[in-house]
């Protein structure tokens, strides 16, 4: 163990966060320039940063790599407590790519409060990597809820014409769910012998009342964040809302916190319970995965399609966590990588033509194939993928939750594969009123194609869902011991 | 322990600072017109600081009881003078620009807010309720006479009346339920107190009629609910700098006899004055939180905020265990920071023309005072008690240690109500990062001291960056209240 590999997750946790409050310094817009140059420099180090981490991961061990403990309130043994599996590694390099992205994505198109823009994201990149590094409970907490403070301020500065609105429900939302977290995590200190590790309360004995109330404060927590069926609305509202930066963030990684809270908390410390209501959260997934999809098909608004859209994924993700199957939970996973660089992808593909029409309406496009021949052929691309064509990421992560569920309960499968054939309904309608047809008006005959900038931003991304579509070996690999081990320990029943 | 001997050593911060106080009544009397207010104002800082060191240099040398047992020096009272001296020097830092434009920067200001120091610090080192009593009475006269100092304004003296009135009221209650006290058990030293009270049980009639004076009167001084009412008047009426000084340190005060009293005086009758905190905190947190929501006046929205925060502040305390009141001991060290924070960065925007009244004052306030936003941005967020800032270990530590009481259900309310509460700070930071300046916003370009926004800024930035050593803070308060006599 050299000195990096003790050490690494926090590097990466705090050089972005420290970035971000030398790129808050450069204050007022007339040092813009400086401030971007200075917000793509950390955002690209913290990249290269994290790379070792799956060069140096260990794909034969379930057990918590680049370990980092130190005291912090001894008073209730809350320690300074990181580590990271096979589950949280492929998240925390999707943050750090995605933050690159999302830095280049906003170059020239924020030009008001530059500065805070940017540090904003920089600080919610570290916190958010936090987020999946910390093993101790109340560690996880403090990232879990810093986190709410820049992406509040992401809506609420730069978002649009509802943007107070949308912020504040955000906001509220997330802390009634975190806040019953908090009391649950307490709890718990009690039940683990008086300590924070999330490790320690992996094991904790509890009965099967406590599992019970446990499992649904976590669920109150992690549904909301995911967000499942029916706690799901202040979504939509907050992507509309957010800046085309903020609505990557959002729905590439902060949404997977959730889901990854799920696997994380719910289903080790409470197994017996994730187990007995299991159809609870099953039933809502479906729901999400169909009910949602039909949703999707009727908005106008093409980001509100699109985090409908995001919404009956994420139901997939929670679907493939909860039949307790490891090519559901394998797939799962893959979904959550895949869906961040897809719904990553489309919001983007949305701000380039918000950014030059000013319109998020599907009405206000037609024949935009026209006159943005290349951004036309990218976005055809990403809404396939979304649609889970085979040969993309899209499809690897849904087929293997088909198949788990198939082999749970046939009906499961059934139900979820109505998704493909509803995804594949509104995303094409929506590209077919959007991209082809006749130019619908002056100002879509007018548009100039994507710049080199937003080619390099999309075609980075198309590359990604390309490669883990056609070899997913990679990520599967890292995760599959994990994944094994948290089954193995989710069937051993703690009553 | 109950020596009975005089040993001045144990009360040298309060000596200190009452020579002091004298000598600038007398120097002001002397001193040349133009020179008065800076020598003052000098003096009055140098002692607070002064003061300051001799208090932390008493620390960790036990406990010892001095002048005849009336006050105590131990580990407790040194972290709580030392709180209440850096805060009351802050306090006169900030109020500096504000109070000479409002004509109200002249000696008697700095003797009536060093007297008060010299009441708190008697309050937090009593052992006695005695000294308890006459500590409490030296802070509220000042107090009184600080709010009133503004003569041509008819609020301030509405306020000044309002207060005096009904504080009169609740010492009257206070000292009913001390006589009482001492009726029964023979004792007025709080050890005597603690031993007397193997011998009388709670079914005994006039001691349940002391013990709820004495909880009303408590509860009055920190302006818990149901004997809150003066909090919102008291807050709006005052000049924003009195405001300042009597929320900060007067609630370390507060706390520290209601931690003598209850928990080591009256420690033996616990289940009797732990059902009716239980009632005060529940219904604190309630009121406190709802109502602020309704304000429109940052000071009287502040007002309720701090009666929702001696809810949380209760909570910790009723568990009635060591960790409860070293949870207790860590939220009022803390409000007292934001506090001082918030207020200092109301005082700040303050210019010699304009008062801040009204949230829609700070309108856009991002777009022209950025820094004072940013750290406005770090007090409301810390007072909603959204982590990485120290108002999140606050509440922590307060509903870990009301969890392990076994107060489910509390917990889960106050958890509902913090969420309610989140509303209204989210409200603040709205308004100053999404609104858009308009034409109403009466602030323009910063106008105040850079001394006072340089203290200010290390103020508000502490409840981020302390995070680190916020375990540090926890052992050093639990060792300090593990320290008391207890059974």
Sequence with gaps: MSWLDQHLLSIIIWFPVIGG???????????????????????????????????????ATAHMQFVERADWITAFNVDYFLGIDGISMPLILLTALLTVVVVIAGWEVIRERVAQYLAAFLIMEGLMIGVFCALDAILFYLFWEAMLIPMFLIIGIWGGSNRVYAAIKFFLYTLVGSLLMLVALIYLYFAAGESFSILDFHNAPLGATAQTLIFLAFFAAFAVKVPMVPVHTWLPDAHVEAPTGGSVILAAITLKMGAYGFLRMSIPIAPDAARDLAWLVIGLSLTAVVYIALVALVQRDMKKL??????????????????????????????????????????????????????????????????????????????????????TSGFVGEFLVILGSFSVNPWYAAVAALTLIVGAAYTLWMIKRVVFGAVANDSVRDLVDIN????????????????????????????????????AHATVSKL | MQAQTLLLSTALPEILVSVMACAILLLDLYLPRESRAKVGYGLSVLTLLAATVIALGGLGSGSTLGFNGLVVRDDVSGVLKAGVLLGTAAVLVYSRSYAVARRIWRGEFFVLALLGVVGMMVMISAAHLISLYVGLELLALCLYAMIALQRDSVKAAEAAMKYFILGALASGILLYGMSLLYGLTGSLSLRGLQEAAINLSLDNLPLLVALVLVVAGLLFKLGAVPFHMWVPDVYEGSATCTTLYLSAAPKLAGFAIVLRLLAVGLDDWLAAWQDML???????????????????????????????????????????????????????????????????????????ALEIEQLNDLKGLNRRQPWLAFLMLLVMFTLAGVPPTVGFYAKFAVLQAALSAGFISLVIVAVIFAVIGAFYYLRVVKIMYFDEPGDAPPVVAFTGDVGATAVLSVNALVLVLSMPWIGALIDLLSRAVAALPSH
């Excluded at chain 1, 450069?26 to 690209?44: H, I, M």
């Excluded at chain 1, 993700?317 to 979904?335: D, K």
């Excluded at chain 2, 000071?299 to 207790?328: P, Q, W």
Aim: net charge neutral; glycine share 10%.
């Design chain 1, 306 to 391: 699109i985090a409908y859209s995001s919404i009956s994924h994420m139901g997939f993700v929670t679907l493939g966590f909860f039949i307790f199957e490891s090519r559901g939970m394998e797939g799962a996973l893959v979904q959550m990588i895949s869906h961040g660089f897809i719904s990553g992808a489309l919001f983007l593909c949305v701000g380039v033509l918000y950014d030059r029409l000013h319109s998020r309406e599907i009405a206000s496009y037609g024949g935009v194939v026209n006159s943005m021949p290349v951004f036309a052929t990218l976005l055809v691309f990403f809404a396939l993928a979304n649609a889970g064509l085979p040969g």
């Design chain 2, 278 to 352: 239980v009632v005060s905190a529940i219904l604190s947190v309630v009121i406190g939180n709802t109502v602020a929501i309704a304000q429109t006046n940052i000071k009287r929205m502040l007002a309720y905020s701090t009666i929702s925060h001696m809810g949380f502040l209760l909570l910790g305390f009723l568990a009635g265990s060591t960790a409860g009141y070293s949870a207790s001991m860590l939220y009022a060290v803390i409000y007292t920071v934001v506090s001082l924070a918030a207020f200092g960065i109301v005082l700040a925007l303050c210019t010699p």
């Design chain 1, 452 to 487: 080199r900038r937003e080619l390099l931003v999309l075609g980075v991304l198309a590359v990604c869902v390309l490669g883990l579509g056609v070899w997913p070996l990679p990520v599967l690999e890292v995760m599959h011991v994990t994944v094994d081990n948290l089954l």
């Design chain 1, 21 to 59: 409050v030398l790129v808050l310094a450069t204050g007022r817009d007339a040092n813009a320039a400086v401030a971007r140059r200075l917000a793509l420099g950390f955002s690209l180090g913290t990249l290269v940063l994290s790379l070792p981490l799956y060069s140096r991961f260990d794909n």
